[in-house]
Each structure stands twice: as C-alpha cells, then as structure tokens.
C-alpha cells in the first residue's frame, strides 16, 4: 500500500474530527447537549434502561408508559446486532459530534465514488454536513434522523460502484451500506431514501435502453437487489418486530368508523392526512432554502435594539422589558405549526447547483435535478394536494408517516452533490473555456436575479402576516413592527445571498480566464461556505444548546408531588394532568405512567385515550380500569382515586359486543368493576362465562416485571378476571399453574381470563416470537454477506489464472 497515495484520505478524516468538534466544542469540556426529544426519550425508556443494567437482558416490553407497550420502537437491543458495533466504530466522537463527523465522511465517501479530487470532496463535505437543516435537527433531539441522513451517501456510494460495473467493491458497500441505514431505526428516511434510489435507477434504465445495455442493466439490479436485501435481513429483528407493531399502532388501520364526536370518521389504512400534511412547506418558503430568513426564519428569533419591534416595545413598555421580550419574538410567517430554523441548504450551494444544471452533462445530473424536484415538489404537502393526496391514497407506505416537509433531505443531499460535480466538471479541461463561462452566467442570472428580485421587490409581494400574530394583538403596534421587521429579514436576506453569489460566480469566472488559481479558489470557496453556512447555523445550535453532563443524563428532579406517590411501593398508574398526558415522558421517568411521548402509540390506546379520556367530562371508569391511582395537578398537589379498580379483578357480567364502534362507545354505559366488554376475534377460542361472581373470591398482584406478571387467585366458582394490563397478543403468552391457556382482549385494551375455581398462580410472560425467528434470518444473512464475496473472489481468480494459462498454451 502506497501511503502517499493514501494521505489525502487521512488527512480528510482528520479535518472532519476537527470541524466535528470545533461546532461542537463544549462536548470537549464534558457538556452534553439539550435535546428535547431525547429528554422525553429518556423518561420513556427508564425501565427498560433500569432493566437491562439489572438483568443484561432485553425486556422488549415497557409498563411505565401509556399503560404498556412494546419496546421496540423505544429502546431495544436486539440479537446478532453486529453491526452495531461497526457504527459504533464510525461514531467514535462525543454526542453530537459523532453524527456531524458521519455527515462529512459519508458525503465525502460518496463524492470519492464518483471520482472527485480529494480537495474538492472536503469543500462538497463540508457544504453537506453544515447544511442548516442536519445542524438544526440536533437541537430538537432527531438523533436516529440524522443517523439516517449519515448512512445516505454510503448507500448511494455502493449503488454507483455498481453502475460503474464496479460490481465486488459495490455489492460490499451496498449491503453493509444497507444493514447500517437500517440499523439507526428511522424508517421514514430510509423510505425516502428509497425514492431518491428509485429515480436513479429509472434514470439509468433510460440510459440502459437508448445504449442497448438492457441485460446488464438487469443484472446490475439483480445485484443491488441480493445486496440490499441481505443488508436488511441482517436488521430481521428489528425489521420483523417493528412490522409487527405497525399494524396495532398508530400507523395501523383503525377499526373505528366514527370519530369521538359521532361523525362518520374517514377510513384509512394508515396516518390521517391531515396529520401527515401538518408540517407542509409553503410553496414561496422554499426560498428560505436559498434565502435563511425568507420568511422570518424560526418560528421565535431574537431582534437586536436596532428593530422596530424593540423600540416600539422600549417606547411602550420601557427598556427591561423590551430586552427581556425581544429574545424570543415570532418572527415567523410561514404556515407550519412551528420551525425550529430555516431548512437554509446555502446561497453558494445552490449557486454551484445551478451552475451544475448549465455546464454537467449525463445522467447523474439529470437524476440529481430530478430528485430534487419530487423532493420539494412532495414536501409541499397539503399545499401542492393533488400530488400529495395521490400519493398518500396509492404509493405503499407513504401514509405511515408524517411531517411530509422532511422528505426535503433528499434535496439537502442532491444539491451539494450536483453542485461538487460542477466544479469537477469546471476544473476539468475536458470542456471549454466557453462553455464554462456560459454556465457560470447562467448560474449567476438565475440565483442572481432571484436574490436581487426578492431584495427589490419582496417587501412588497407579501403580507408578512404570521399564524401566531394575535399574541400580539393588544398592542397593535407590535404587529405592524413585526411586520417591519419581516420585511427587513427578506431584504437583508437576499443582499447578503446574492453578495455571496456574486463573490463566487466572481472567483470562478476568474478562473476560466486564468487570473486565478485552482487552489486559492478552492480555498476561498471553503472559507465562503463555512461563513455562510455556520453562521446561520450558530442562530439556532451554540454552545447555549449545552449543559453539564449530570443535567442531561438525569433530566427530571422528582416534584413535591412525585415524592408523595413514590411513597406507595404497590403497582399502580399515575396520570399527569399539569401537561398533556400524551405527549409526557417525564412521568414515565417516575411512575408507571398512563401516558407518555411516542409518535407510534398502539392504536387501540391512543383512540381510548381520545375517545374516553380526553372528551368532556372525562370517563373516570376507564382510568379506573387503568390502575390509575393517582392524579397529579400540580407541582405539589396529589389527589388519589378511591375508586381505582386495582391490578386484577372479577366481573359478574360480560357484554358481548360485534364491531369496535360498539366496544368503544360501551365504555361509557358500563360499571367496569362488575361488567366487561368482548368483542369476538376470529383466532379466539368460543367460551361462554355464565357463572356469578363469587363474593369471596380474590385475585392480586403476587410479583410485577416489565415482561412478565405474576397473580394470585382463590375462588369457590369459576371466574371472569380482567386485569389492568394492555392486550397485545404478539408476545404475551398467559398461565395458569405453568400450564398456557387463552387470554382475550376486553374493554377494548385490557386482558381478561378465564379463571377456573380453587388456589392457581397466573403467569403472563412477554415472549415474542418475532425476535427468535429474526434472530435465524439474521445470523443467516451475515453469512451470505461473508461468504458470497469470498466465493466471487475465488472465481474471479479462477478466471483470471484459467486466462492466462489459455494465453500461455496459445504461446
């Protein structure tokens, strides 16, 4: 091995740890930083974390949260899990620096693919990782997206080795590639990925049939096929279970027909639409991709002194007050619910974009155009229905998951990428000189003129008027200096995006005509890039973003309140009035929580949830059933519910009911201590419970575990016991007296049983079967992955030593 050749590539990797940590440099004082997802997070997961540095084992399984659900899309660790190790490897740095790293080694991996100077695959590198969007979505605690978004370029990078009939080299990057995307466990960037794959691969079908080339073609994604599935398969846990629990989530199909107020509810086979379409991108704050503040910038910024909110504020109310409510001022006028910062991809990069448009030629750009447009095309949303809505109704899959204005990350990836290429092409002397210079003012009237159009003129082409605007509405004066200052925002915006083009259309024009040097501008280029993007970046992720390890690894201190419950060592739920119950971790933290923070609830409890709880007045015989036992509403004011049904009880009656609408609705008529509701399922064995209850009988809680329940019952009769726990009858396997028998799902999320008479101990125990047979999909995959390129390397050699002895005997 030539180390001089392969210089360029370390000292590449030791500038990224550097720029990694240089952003990030509180993690090198033992900072961590704040993330509110992953603080919820950490609340949620508490009991399986306390599990497994209790028992080494995996629960799969969690109570402390909306009742009980599984683990699988909280925290779990699954079997031959590999190639959690290999990521480990890559993601060697202090939080967030490690996903910040992975962004620049994966895009400079994927350029080097594609045969770019080492020098100019940093500049592509950097421009990728600093993009506004992956910056931003550390501050909100999207650690599994950015994940995601990292193992994006190793994907693609493997698929080109394949085209580029760099078959070996690609069927290895792809199914490791493959394994690790699916390993960060974001299934939504991974199926957009699958788009982005999807139009390559249309794009070079095209090609494949104007060259004549169809049978290669068709081998070529045989190929990519077996690699990716392998990488797959090497996730079969983790991919079987979360199928599993897809379809009794959220993003299952309901069994309802009617919504909580009565009207006839739309039936779909997965997300509402207009959940899905909340987070649609307005059409004109696309611009803000290429102007940081097109419209406001977040959904609250902080104005200096010098803004017209500020001094009509200090005029109004005085200078303390004017400083302390100008720190977070709804600058935003956009129409999403809220912005955490701009989804800003860069005034040089779509620069260089465009200049790619004009001067690269082939099908790459024509994939990486079009790519990007069905990207943005599609993050409209309910803005841009018709496509949207075709798109939820008959592409598989796309109605499970929300928040469409992220399918943005495949522009954020394809626009650098074309950009880069450009000034490989540039840089090239395979093209004019004339050529290139067409292309560079082409690139400079489009992104020019854009910028200029929007300083001159966009101050008068909109209203700026904001969603939230009526906070401010006592003091009308406030909106009209927001107003103002919006106007100021877009104006400032579009100068300063239009300087940076002109600089860098300046440089590169230079350079055509010789006045300039390849390395100075290459250098230069960098320098532009990091200002313009970082500095925008540091608006929204700084060090202020940071705190002491100890804040962040224990997020929550116990309140007043927590302590007075914890007092109580019994099984029991706690729900949480002070805040929305269902978008709470905190409580899981303390308590076995009826609520929780999940974007993929089990289905059945989110609709009792909405249906029986959060109606008015609320239904105190379902948070009975519930085992909630106290309520807490406030800091440090408790109130315990008499009437709590316990762990485990017998009812007198069973009512038998034929369609969820009916099961739901019951709850409202039944005394859930004496009565149940049971709907009849298809794999249920017939039983007919007619016997009374027995006054005298008794039924407890004997040992509680997150993945199994233990139950001590006494009886003179035959009993019907409903126990405070969720059905979900893929891995809750039931016992009585070490024998399995049936369980059934009653009062539309709880478990019932059939209990015979006399002393019995009843077991239920979390077994999914799903993680043992993933288990042998996987450990079988990662054999194929080892021995499939061992044997092409043997009859690769084989081939090649025949040859040459036929060449000999020739001689």
Same mark, same amino acid.
């Given at each position: 091995?030539?180390?001089?050749?392969?210089?360029?590539?370390?000292?590449?990797?030791?500038?990224?740890?550097?720029?990694?940590?240089?952003?990030?440099?509180?993690?090198?004082?033992?900072?961590?930083?704040?993330?509110?997802?992953?603080?919820?997070?950490?609340?949620?997961?508490?009991?399986?974390?306390?599990?497994?540095?209790?028992?080494?084992?995996?629960?799969?399984?969690?109570?402390?949260?909306?009742?009980?659900?599984?683990?699988?899309?909280?925290?779990?660790?699954?079997?031959?899990?590999?190639?959690?190790?290999?990521?480990?490897?890559?993601?060697?740095?202090?939080?967030?620096?490690?996903?910040?790293?992975?962004?620049?080694?994966?895009?400079?991996?994927?350029?080097?693919?594609?045969?770019?100077?080492?020098?100019?695959?940093?500049?592509?590198?950097?421009?990728?990782?600093?993009?506004?969007?992956?910056?931003?979505?550390?501050?909100?605690?999207?650690?599994?997206?950015?994940?995601?978004?990292?193992?994006?370029?190793?994907?693609?990078?493997?698929?080109?080795?394949?085209?580029?009939?760099?078959?070996?080299?690609?069927?290895?990057?792809? !199914?490791? %590639?493959?394994?690790?995307?699916?390993?960060? =466990?974001?299934? $939504?960037?991974?199926? @957009?990925? /699958?788009?982005?794959?999807?139009?390559?691969?249309?794009?070079?079908?095209?090609?494949?049939?104007?060259?004549?080339?169809?049978?290669?073609?068709?081998?070529?994604?045989?190929?990519?096929?077996?690699?990716?599935?392998?990488?797959?398969?090497?996730?079969?846990?983790?991919?079987?279970?979360?199928?599993?629990?897809?379809?009794?989530?959220?993003?299952?199909?309901?069994?309802?027909?009617?919504?909580?107020?009565?009207?006839?509810?739309?039936?779909?086979?997965?997300?509402?639409?207009?959940?899905?379409?909340?987070?649609?991108?307005?059409?004109?704050?696309?611009?803000?991709?290429?102007?940081?503040?097109?419209?406001?910038?977040?959904?609250?910024?902080?104005?200096?002194?010098?803004?017209?909110?500020?001094?009509?504020?200090? !005029?109004? %109310?005085?200078?303390?007050?004017?400083?302390? =409510?100008?720190? $977070?001022?709804?600058? @935003?006028? /956009?129409?999403?619910?809220?912005?955490?910062?701009?989804?800003?991809?860069?005034?040089?990069?779509?620069?260089?974009?465009?200049?790619?448009?004009?001067?690269?030629?082939?099908?790459?750009?024509?994939?990486?155009?079009?790519?990007?447009?069905?990207?943005?095309?599609?993050?409209?949303?309910?803005?841009?229905?018709?496509?949207?809505?075709?798109?939820?109704?008959?592409?598989?899959?796309?109605?499970?998951?929300?928040?469409?204005?992220?399918?943005?990350?495949?522009?954020?990836?394809?626009?650098?990428?074309?950009?880069?290429?450009?000034?490989?092409?540039?840089?090239?002397?395979?093209?004019?000189?004339?050529?290139?210079?067409?292309?560079?003012?082409?690139?400079?009237?489009?992104?020019?003129?854009?910028?200029?159009?929007? !300083?001159?003129?966009?101050?008068?082409?909109?209203?700026?008027?904001?969603?939230?605007?009526?906070? @401010?509405?006592?003091?009308?004066?406030?909106?009209?200096?927001?107003?103002?200052?919006?106007?100021?925002?877009?104006?400032?915006?579009?100068?300063?995006?239009?300087?940076?083009?002109?600089?860098?259309?300046?440089?590169?024009?230079?350079?055509?005509?010789?006045?300039?040097?390849?390395?100075?501008?290459?250098?230069?280029?960098?320098?532009?890039?990091?200002?313009?993007?970082?500095?925008?970046?540091?608006?929204?992720?700084?060090?202020?973003?940071?705190?002491?390890?100890?804040?962040?690894?224990?997020?929550?201190?116990?309140?007043?309140?927590?302590?007075?419950?914890?007092?109580?060592?019994?099984?029991?739920?706690?729900?949480?009035?002070?805040?929305?119950?269902?978008?709470?971790?905190?409580?899981?933290?303390?308590?076995?929580?009826?609520?929780?923070?999940?974007?993929?609830?089990?289905?059945?409890?989110?609709?009792?949830?909405?249906?029986?709880?959060?109606?008015?007045?609320?239904?105190?015989?379902?948070?009975?059933?519930?085992?909630?036992?106290?309520?807490?509403?406030?800091?440090?004011?408790?109130?315990?519910?008499?009437?709590?049904?316990?762990?485990?009880?017998?009812?007198?009656?069973?009512?038998?009911?034929?369609?969820?609408?009916?099961?739901?609705?019951?709850?409202?008529?039944?005394?859930?201590?004496?009565?149940?509701?049971?709907?009849?399922?298809?794999?249920?064995?017939?039983?007919?419970?007619?016997?009374?209850?027995?006054?005298?009988?008794?039924?407890?809680?004997?040992?509680?575990?997150?993945?199994?329940?233990?139950?001590?019952?006494?009886?003179?009769?035959?009993?019907?016991?409903?126990?405070?726990?969720?059905?979900?009858?893929?891995?809750?396997?039931?016992?009585?007296?070490?024998?399995?028998?049936?369980?059934?799902?009653?009062?539309?999320?709880?478990?019932?049983?059939?209990?015979?008479?006399?002393?019995?101990?009843?077991?239920?125990?979390?077994?999914?079967?799903?993680?043992?047979?993933?288990?042998?999909?996987?450990?079988?995959?990662?054999?194929?992955?080892?021995?499939?390129?061992?044997?092409?390397?043997?009859?690769?050699?084989?081939?090649?030593?025949?040859?040459?002895?036929?060449?000999?005997?020739?001689?």
């Amino acid at each position: 091995m030539n180390f001089k050749n392969k210089l360029p590539y370390v000292i590449s990797i030791i500038l990224f740890v550097i720029a990694s940590l240089l952003y990030f440099n509180p993690v090198l004082s033992g900072k961590q930083i704040k993330q509110s997802d992953i603080t919820q997070f950490k609340g949620m997961s508490k009991e399986i974390v306390d599990y497994r540095a209790a028992t080494g084992e995996e629960p799969y399984w969690l109570g402390n949260a909306f009742s009980g659900m599984p683990a699988y899309q909280v925290s779990a660790y699954y079997p031959n899990d590999f190639v959690r190790y290999l990521d480990k490897c890559l993601r060697f740095l202090p939080r967030p620096a490690d996903y910040l790293f992975l962004y620049f080694l994966g895009f400079f991996f994927l350029l080097t693919a594609l045969k770019v100077e080492w020098k100019l695959a940093i500049l592509g590198s950097l421009s990728f990782g600093f993009s506004t969007y992956l910056i931003i979505i550390f501050g909100a605690g999207h650690n599994a997206k950015a994940h995601a978004i990292g193992y994006m370029p190793f994907v693609l990078a493997g698929v080109l080795y394949v085209f580029q009939r760099k078959y070996l080299l690609g069927f290895i990057v792809t !199914a490791i %590639a493959m394994a690790l995307e699916v390993y960060t =466990n974001h299934p $939504q960037m991974t199926y @957009y990925l /699958g788009f982005c794959l999807l139009i390559l691969g249309i794009v070079q079908l095209i090609e494949a049939y104007k060259n004549k080339l169809l049978p290669e073609f068709g081998k070529q994604v045989a190929l990519l096929l077996v690699a990716m599935f392998i990488g797959l398969a090497i996730n079969a846990p983790r991919l079987m279970a979360m199928k599993e629990y897809a379809d009794y989530s959220t993003r299952g199909k309901s069994e309802l027909t009617i919504n909580p107020d009565g009207s006839k509810k739309e039936i779909s086979s997965g997300l509402d639409k207009a959940y899905i379409t909340q987070y649609s991108y307005g059409i004109w704050e696309t611009f803000n991709l290429f102007i940081p503040r097109f419209t406001g910038g977040g959904t609250v910024e902080k104005l200096d002194e010098d803004s017209e909110f500020y001094q009509v504020l200090e !005029a109004k %109310a005085g200078r303390s007050v004017a400083r302390e =409510n100008s720190s $977070q001022v709804l600058s @935003y006028w /956009g129409t999403q619910p809220i912005v955490e910062a701009p989804a800003y991809i860069g005034a040089i990069v779509f620069f260089l974009f465009f200049l790619g448009v004009f001067l690269v030629k082939g099908s790459l750009k024509h994939w990486l155009v079009a790519a990007t447009i069905f990207s943005i095309v599609l993050s409209w949303g309910k803005n841009f229905s018709v496509i949207t809505n075709l798109f939820i109704d008959y592409i598989p899959l796309y109605n499970k998951f929300r928040a469409v204005s992220s399918i943005q990350v495949i522009a954020e990836l394809c626009i650098p990428l074309l950009g880069i290429i450009a000034l490989r092409d540039l840089f090239s002397s395979k093209i004019t000189t004339e050529e290139k210079e067409e292309a560079i003012k082409k690139a400079f009237y489009v992104t020019g003129g854009i910028a200029l159009f929007f !300083a001159f003129f966009g101050t008068s082409f909109f209203a700026f008027e904001g969603i939230r605007d009526n906070q @401010y509405e006592q003091l009308p004066e406030l909106i009209e200096a927001l107003i103002s200052d919006r106007k100021s925002m877009l104006f400032n915006d579009s100068l300063r995006s239009f300087i940076l083009v002109f600089i860098t259309a300046a440089l590169l024009w230079f350079l055509n005509k010789n006045k300039l040097k390849q390395i100075p501008v290459v250098f230069a280029l960098v320098a532009l890039i990091l200002f313009d993007l970082v500095t925008v970046d540091l608006k929204y992720v700084n060090k202020e973003d940071f705190e002491i390890s100890r804040k962040v690894l224990k997020p929550f201190t116990a309140s007043s309140a927590d302590i007075q419950i914890l007092k109580d060592k019994t099984h029991y739920r706690v729900a949480n009035y002070t805040t929305d119950p269902m978008q709470d971790g905190r409580t899981s933290y303390f308590h076995n929580s009826i609520g929780g923070y999940h974007a993929a609830k089990m289905k059945r409890y989110n609709e009792l949830f909405d249906y029986q709880i959060a109606k008015t007045p609320m239904n105190m015989e379902v948070l009975n059933m519930l085992n909630a036992k106290y309520f807490i509403v406030g800091d440090d004011e408790v109130q315990q519910n008499p009437e709590v049904n316990g762990n485990a009880w017998f009812v007198e009656k069973l009512h038998l009911v034929s369609s969820a609408d009916e099961e739901i609705l019951m709850l409202s008529k039944i005394d859930t201590k004496t009565e149940a509701i049971y709907k009849k399922e298809a794999t249920d064995k017939s039983f007919n419970f007619s016997s009374k209850r027995d006054s005298t009988a008794t039924i407890q809680l004997d040992k509680y575990g997150v993945n199994e329940l233990v139950y001590e019952s006494e009886s003179s009769k035959n009993q019907f016991a409903v126990f405070s726990e969720i059905f979900y009858k893929e891995g809750w396997v039931s016992f009585i007296d070490g024998k399995e028998v049936p369980h059934y799902r009653v009062n539309y999320v709880l478990r019932g049983m059939e209990i015979p008479l006399g002393k019995h101990t009843i077991t239920f125990r979390f077994e999914p079967k799903v993680i043992q047979q993933g288990k042998i999909i996987s450990i079988f995959s990662y054999v194929l992955l080892f021995l499939i390129p061992i044997g092409w390397f043997y009859f690769e050699k084989k081939k090649v030593n025949n040859q040459e002895s036929l060449k000999k005997q020739k001689e």
